[in-house]
Every structure is written in structure tokens, then in C-alpha cells.
């Protein structure tokens, strides 16, 4: 095939009166019908400068499948050179073995086709053996024209792992910033939640149930009014483990309940999480998370194990607190700090006390009042996160230009 040189953000000079004409910018993203990846358009954006082009499908017959990526292969890149004008990378690897991998760069520079790779997952939640994983960071990473992840913590790792450092883009909404969301029902008991959802590999369900009914108890006897609530698919990967799970919080009485039900829809399962005064991750392993942002939307104050990079997602204090997996006393502290009113201004002159408000409780109008302001900062955030994805799309084209040049 003969080489194909990518479509740039370019123009036709154009005479004095005329109108300046741009391309729209072809992305092949892995994998375009992704929540994140739709997300990185503005929708208030008409100039249709960026085009997500649409997921090929594996499976006709599974419309809503994406997986393993088409996209993500020599071949098909070959035949498909003149249609796009840069390849993104965001999930789906682990589809495929390295060499598979180590021919797509290849066809990539042969096409002279830009690479840019969002480093989401310095561990894969869907693996536990992360060699694999780790195999296709090393091919990905050096070989990709322009690197993104999503905090300056993760920056620093890729930077210390690999010498190269990424461009921080902040994950964007996970919900519509226009579309007000359940605070949830108001009660004094503080409820603290984990939502273990099918057990996929990198969930501790076992190791965090643990650790949250012993927090609660820890935190009843002193005479706090709390209860763990465990949220449960009911299809899991991991049948035993769900039944330790089950005998786990049968043990624990009346100051745990277990919900198991079908896969909850987007709208049941924001419902479930507002009627949470904490949510607790439940991860042994990952990078960064999507629900931390589902909950910073809906203002659930979250309890995050110390592993990879999702404490960083949202630091303010009220907001996000870190746990260790296997210390319930770590846990107890954590919700403390999440659902005691908090300071706001702590360089007040001495003789005032500094300004403190509510912790964001279930049903309360500061919940509600919150997830307003925070609607108002993602409205603001689509752009900035499209704009940023753009202005990393035309460096990547550049570098690639320069070198073809």
C-alpha cells in the first residue's frame, strides 16, 4: 500500500474575503463508544473541529460490544489509512497479546499515522497478573507521539518509570452537567456504603467488607450512629468470594445490610450512591477512577484505599480521605473526617474561628447546594477538556509532519 500522509488541522490559503476552511481532525479513538471517550467533546462546540469516528463492531449481532477493538490493528489500520488522521488510545489492550501491539506502532509509522496514548491505568483493573499490562506500557508509552493521563501524580510515575511526561487533562463529567441528580434521603444514621458491582479482578469485595463492617463497628462503639450497606451484583465473576461476602455481613447483625440485584441501570445506580453519607472503593489495585468522579458529581464524599492515583482525582478536603485496605481504624478515621463539618478557611485571624461548613450528608440542601456549584464547574470543564485534547492532537500531528517532512 502506498504510504498515506495524515489529513492535518490545515487550510486552503484563502483569498481576502473568503472564509478560512479547517478539516475536521479524523480520531480513531480505542474505543470511541466508551463513557470517558465521548466525554472529551464539547457539545456546545459546533465547529466540528474534532470527529470521534465511529467504534467498528466486533460483533454485529452485539451492537453495544466494542471489544476487542478493531480499530487497534495493522491490518485494519492499512486498509483504513486514508479515513483517519490519528490513532487515540484509551482502553481495551489487554485484548490483544504485545507483538500485537508492537505491529500497530509499526503500521502507524509506515502510515505516518500519529499515536497518542491516554495512560488511564498504570494497573489494569481487569487483570491480576499485570505483566501483561506492563508489556504494553512499555511498547505504548516511548512510542506514542504525544502522551495524556489525568493527575500530577500519575504524570510523576509515567515520568519516573519511563523519563516522559504526559499532559494532565482532568477526567471529565461522568454525568450531564445539565441534568440535576438524587441528593439522596435524608436520615440521621451516617450510612457508608461500598458498591462491589460483579467482583471484577481488581476488587478486594472480601478484603473491603472486612474492613468496613469492623470500621463500623469501631465507630458505633463510641456511640456514632452508622451502618455499612454492600451493594452486590447479582451475576459476579467470582461466586465463592460472594458467598464469603454474604456470611460476612449475615455475621455483622443489624449494622449491615446486603443489597444483590441485577446490574443497576446509570439512573438506579445514582440513586444508590446519593442515599450514601460515604462511598468506599474497594480496590486492591488501579490507577484512577471513574467513580470518584460519579460521586464528586453527585457529592458523595468518597474513602479511597492507598493505591494508584484516585485519592489525587479530587484532594479537597470533605471530598476524598485515604484508607489502608487491611486497617478498619484507618477506615473509621477517614469517614470521621469526611462526615464532621470541615474548615474552609484555616489562615483566619486567631481570634475567629475559621469557617466551617457542613459535611455533604445524604438529603441535605448543602448536598444539593454543592452539586449545583459543581454542575457550574463542569459546564466549564467540556470546553477546557476539548480544547486540551486538541491542542495535543495538533502537536502530535506536527511531530509526525516533522519527521515525514
Known amino acids: ?64 460490544r466494542w471489544w476487542p477493538p478493531v480499530v487497534l490493528d495493522a491490518d485494519w489500520l492499512r486498509a483504513h489509512a486514508d479515513e483517519i488522521d490519528l490513532l487515540h488510545v484509551h482502553f481495551g489492550t489487554e485484548s490483544y497479546p504485545t507483538d500485537h501491539l508492537v505491529a500497530v506502532v509499526e503500521a502507524l ?55 516522559r511526561r504526559p499532559t494532565v487533562i482532568a477526567h471529565p463529567a461522568i454525568v450531564d452537567p445539565e441534568v440535576e ?15 462491589l458491582r460483579d467482583l471484577r479482578p481488581n476488587v478486594a469485595g472480601v478484603e473491603t467488607v472486612r474492613t468496613l ?59 444508590s450512591l446519593a442515599d450514601l453519607d460515604v462511598s468506599v472503593l474497594p480496590y486492591r489495585h488501579g490507577t484512577h477512577s471513574g467513580w470518584v468522579e460519579l460521586c464528586w458529581d453527585l457529592a458523595v464524599p468518597v474513602a479511597a484505599p492507598r493505591v494508584g492515583h484516585a485519592a489525587a482525582q479530587h484532594p479537597d478536603r470533605g471530598t476524598t480521605a485515604s484508607f489502608d485496605l487491611d486497617d478498619p481504624a484507618s ?27 457542613p459535611a455533604s450528608r445524604r438529603g441535605t440542601p448543602h448536598r444539593a447546594a454543592l452539586q449545583r456549584q459543581r454542575r457550574s464547574v463542569r459546564r466549564r470543564q467540556r470546553h477546557d477538556v476539548a480544547a486540551a485534547h486538541l491542542a495535543v492532537y495538533e502537536r502530535a500531528l506536527a511531530t509526525v509532519a516533522a519527521v515525514t517532512a
Open 213 to 271: 463492617l469492623a470500621a463500623v463497628d469501631a465507630l458505633r462503639a463510641t456511640g456514632a450512629v452508622v451502618e455499612a450497606r454492600v451493594d452486590l451484583n447479582e451475576r459476579v465473576r467470582d461466586p465463592e468470594q460472594a458467598e464469603r461476602i454474604r456470611e460476612l455481613v449475615r455475621a455483622a447483625g443489624p449494622s449491615a445490610t446486603l443489597a444483590e440485584h441485577p446490574r443497576l441501570t446509570d439512573a438506579r445506580l445514582e440513586r
Open 1 to 64: 500500500m502506498t504510504h498515506h500522509a495524515p489529513t492535518s488541522p490545515s487550510t486552503t490559503a484563502p483569498a481576502s474575503d473568503e472564509t478560512v476552511v479547517v478539516a475536521p481532525l479524523r480520531v480513531a479513538s480505542v474505543p470511541a463508544g466508551h463513557p470517558y471517550v465521548r466525554s472529551l467533546l464539547d457539545p456546545d462546540d459546533a465547529s466540528g473541529r474534532v470527529v470521534h469516528l465511529a467504534d467498528p463492531l466486533p460483533d454485529p449481532a452485539e451492537p453495544d
Open 331 to 357: 477506615l473509621a478515621a477517614a469517614v470521621i473526617a469526611l462526615v464532621s463539618p470541615h474548615a474552609v478557611d484555616e489562615t483566619a485571624d486567631a481570634h475567629d474561628a475559621p469557617a466551617r461548613v
Open 181 to 195: 441528580l438524587p441528593v439522596g434521603t435524608p436520615g440521621d444514621t451516617v450510612v457508608v456504603g461500598v458498591h
Open 109 to 163: 509509522r509506515d502510515l505516518r499515522l500519529p499515536l497518542v496514548y491516554t495512560v488511564h491505568d498504570l494497573t489494569n483493573p481487569q487483570l491480576v497478573d499485570q505483566a501483561p499490562h506492563v508489556e504494553h506500557l512499555d511498547v505504548l508509552i516511548p512510542a506514542a507521539d504525544e502522551l495524556i493521563t489525568l493527575t500530577d501524580a500519575a504524570a510523576d510515575e509515567v515520568e519516573a518509570r519511563w523519563g
